[in-house]
Structure formats: C-alpha cells, structure tokens
C-alpha cells in the first residue's frame, strides 16, 4: 500500500514536470520543452513497475518530445521518439497509434519524403477509421495531413479535395459556424492564395471571419489572425492601402488583448512594415522593423528565430536601397541564429542563401551569386522535392545570373526548367509565370532575337494585366 501511494506521489511529479513542458513548447521554446520532457523521463524509470499508468505516462512524453524535435527541424529525433511512443501505443489502445503515424509522416512530409508520409497519414487515417469511424473529428484531421502533403506538393486541386474531405466531416459534426470550420476555411483560403487566385482566396477568410465574428466577437486574436491573411492577399495583389488597413485592424485588436510587447505585435509590425518596403516607402519600412526587434528582443531573448526573421526582412530593406554591405551583415546574423537553432537543413536557411545571393548578383559577384543559389536549392530539393513553386524562382534566380554573365544557353534552360514547374503547378496566369517569361524575353532581346523577345514580352504582360490589372507596379 505504502509503494502504491509511493508510486502515485511520484506519477504526479512527473506529470507536473511533463505540464511544464508542454507549456514551453507551446510557447516555442522547445529546448526548455525538451529539457522537461527528458527530466520526466530519467524519473519515470525511477518506477519498477510496469502498468498501463506507467506506459501511458511515458507514452505521452515520448509523444511530446517528438513533437517538440519535430518543431526544430530535428527529423531523426523526432522520428525516434514517436517510434518508441509507437512501442508503447501498442500496448496500450490501436488508436494512440495512429498519433505517432502522424508524426512519422510529418517528418517524411518536411525531408520531401511525400510518397512516405503519404503513407503514414494512411496508416493513421485507416486506424482511426477502424476505431473511431469515418465521422469523427481525427480523421477530419487525417484527411487535412493528406491534404498538406498535395499541397507541398504544388497539386492544388488534390490538396483542396482532402480539405473539403475534412470540411464535410466538420459541417456534419459541428455547427456550421464553429471556430473550428473557420479553421479549415484558412487552410483553404492558402490553397488558392498560393496558387494565385486571390479572389478565392479572399472568399474563404471572408466566410472564416464571418464565422469568427459571430462566435468569438469583434475583438479576439483569432479574428486578428485572420485579418492579417486578408492583408497578406491584398498585398500580393498589390492593394497597399487595402493591405495596410488590415494589418492596422488586426494590430488594434491585438494591442487591446495582448499589450503593446507581445511577439504577435511585433509579428504585425514586421507584416505592416513588408508592405512600406513594397511601397519603396524604406525609412517607414525600417521603423516598423526596428519596433518589432525590439519586442522580440524583449521577450524571447537574442538568439530566437523571430529574432533571425527580423534581422532577415531589415536586410531586405538595405538590399532594396543598395546598401549591399549593411543587408549582408543583416543576412549573416540571421543566418547565424537559425543555423544554431533550427540547424543546416531548415526551409528558412534556404531563403536567407537565396537572399544572399541576390545581393552578390546585385554586386556583380557572379560566382558567389550561383555558390549561394546552389546551396538554397539543395536546401530546397531536399525539403520541398523537385517541383515546388519555390524550386522554380531559384531556378529563375539563376537564369538571371547566367543572363548577366552572358551564358544565353544556359539562362534560357534555366528559365525553361523553371517554367516547366510554374506551369505544372500554378497554372498558366500566375505572377511567377510572367515573371520567367519576362527573364527569357530580356535573354532573346540580348541575343537579338526581337520577335522571340516580343513573344515572351508580350505573354508576361498578359499574365500580369489579368492577375493584378492595370493600376499594380509590376504592370507598369
């Protein structure tokens, strides 16, 4: 009796232990996370006995820390918890199989592995179809994963298929105005975003915020979420003013809930300030980063990716001015930052390469240019596969690298192979279409090739006109 009561002393400690790591991983400090998560496990073998309280304790840490290196970046970690949690889920009940599935097929998802992490999203989608049936809420889940996958992918329509999947158990279960459908209405409203159909993209954060404003009043951070993606299609469209408005409704909301130094402040100071670089406005631009800095200094330390993100988009707005020097410096002490902590394989390290890149192209340093290019692309075959949107505008970088050095043939394969991804996965009136088409006009022109560069002219004016209308920059 005496070692039961033991027993259940010590499964408390490490279930408070457990709760505080949960708590820091859900504010994105996975180190101090992980830390917790490991201090539960070294007590938890302090127990001898071998139950299912035991094993679902363990369970659920095992759980967590996979999520928490998942978080990271850090796949085979990540990969390896959740096979021990697996271990232990099979002792216990089918169904908490079915979560480490999931989490085996988000790490196969982020190495590019979609053949593979489609599969373990069917393995968790046919389990819990076993044990919970086809209307329960898990597999409307399982149903959004799969739909992630396609969407990584670049198949739009596939992705938008398993959303729907997801909607129609979620419409049938819950209220057609749960917060829980508005959800699912972003993920959607992405999906056409991405693709450039910013119409229907407006369309679905119109219905999520109809939903949000009527179950969670005008004045919650859900609803400041959703403004912000409302703001992001306006400014990809060009409409700055448009644009700005959202953002500012979202950061009052956010300013009433939050305070004036919280991260998702600064989060909206860096979004309204992307739109003054836009603008060319740079000395707004600036103050708008250096006041999202100074937030996240404040609250998440030095040495945090917000942090990295920040430093990244103020070297942006250098690179615009020409001040190459100063975004260099910019860009390295992003890079350092994500280097030690999201390590040497994250999406993020690929775009900061890229940008790097940019400024020695800008610079005439051919060579460094097509070395910093290389080392993004790699990044991003390995994560995103060979035919994503963002494997196309590297290749479309280097194009105009090799256009400047005056290798003709090899820009003109180079905007082909880009081209050839665009077409397959935007469709063919998408600004980044225009684009490649613009840099394969500008090598016929220098190649004297008038009535092929009229041609490519032509089709990228085309493009831009219908997208964006008459009145957007890029147009001009």
Same mark, same amino acid.
């Not at 679902?56 to 096979?83: T, V």
């Not at 600036?286 to 430093?311: C, E, R, V």
């Not at 707005?317 to 994250?346: E, R």
């Not at 077409?423 to 980044?432: E, F, I, K, M």
């Given at each position: ?267 909206? +100071?860096?979004?309204?300030? %992307?739109? *003054? @670089?836009?603008?060319? #406005?740079?000395?707004?631009?600036? $103050?708008?980063? !250096? ?74 340093? +051919?060579?460094?240019?097509? %070395?910093? *290019? @290389?080392?993004?692309? #790699?990044?991003?075959?390995?994560? $995103?596969?060979? !035919? ?82 008459? @009145? ?5």
């Amino acid at each position: 009796m005496a070692n039961q009561t033991s027993n259940s002393t010590i499964f408390d400690e490490i279930e408070s232990i457990r709760k505080k790591g949960v708590k820091y991983h859900g504010e994105g400090n996975y180190e101090d996370a992980l830390f917790y998560f490991q201090k539960a496990v070294t007590q938890i073998k302090s127990i001898a006995e071998s139950s299912d309280s035991r094993r679902q304790l363990e369970y659920s840490i095992y759980l967590a820390m996979a999520q928490s290196y998942l978080q990271k970046y850090q796949l085979i970690e990540a990969n390896e918890y959740s096979e021990k949690a697996e271990k232990l889920a099979k002792k216990l009940e089918e169904v908490k199989i079915s979560s480490c599935f999931d989490i085996q097929g988000d790490c196969k998802r982020l190495q590019s592995d979609f053949m593979g992490a489609l599969s373990d999203y069917n393995k968790s989608l046919q389990i819990k179809l076993k044990s919970l049936g086809s209307e329960h809420l898990d597999v409307s889940k399982s149903y959004h994963n799969i739909g992630l996958v396609y969407q990584n992918q670049g198949k739009h329509d596939e992705a938008l298929k398993e959303y729907n999947k997801s909607l129609r158990i979620k419409l049938k279960i819950l209220e057609n105005n749960d917060p829980s459908i508005a959800v699912l209405y972003d993920s959607i409203g992405q999906v056409y975003h991405d693709q450039g159909k910013y119409d229907g993209a407006l369309s679905m954060y119109n219905k999520s915020l109809k939903i949000k404003l009527t179950q969670l009043g005008d004045n919650h951070p859900s609803i400041a979420n959703t403004y912000n993606n409302i703001a992001s299609v306006y400014k990809h469209q060009g409409k700055y003013d448009d644009a700005l408005s959202m953002y500012n409704k979202s950061l009052k909301i956010n300013l009433t809930k939050l305070g004036d130094n919280h991260p998702s402040i600064a989060n909206t +100071y860096n979004n309204i300030a %992307s739109v *003054y @670089n836009d603008q060319g #406005k740079y000395d707004d631009a600036l $103050l708008m980063y !250096n006041k999202s800095l100074k937030i996240n200094l404040t609250q998440l330390g030095d040495n945090h990716p917000s942090i990295a993100n920040t430093y990244h988009n103020i070297g942006l707005v250098y690179h615009h001015q020409g001040k190459y020097d100063d975004a260099l410096s910019m860009y390295n002490k992003s890079l350092k930052i994500n280097l030690t902590q999201l390590g040497d394989n994250h999406p993020s390290i690929a775009n900061t390469y890229h940008n790097i890149g940019l400024v020695y192209d800008n610079q005439g340093k +051919y060579d460094d240019a097509l %070395s910093m *290019y @290389n080392k993004s692309l #790699k990044i991003k075959l390995r994560q $995103l596969g060979d !035919n994503h949107p963002s494997i196309a505008i590297t290749y479309c970088n280097i194009a105009t690298v090799y256009s400047n050095q005056s290798k003709h043939k090899e820009a003109i394969s180079m905007y082909k192979q880009s081209l050839k991804i665009q077409l397959s996965v935007l469709g063919r009136n998408h600004p980044d279409v225009a684009k490649s088409y613009s840099g394969l006009g500008n090598v016929y022109l220098a190649e004297g090739k008038h009535e092929e560069a009229i041609s490519m002219y032509e089709q990228s004016y085309n493009i831009l006109l219908s997208v964006l209308g008459h @009145n957007h920059p890029d147009v001009a």
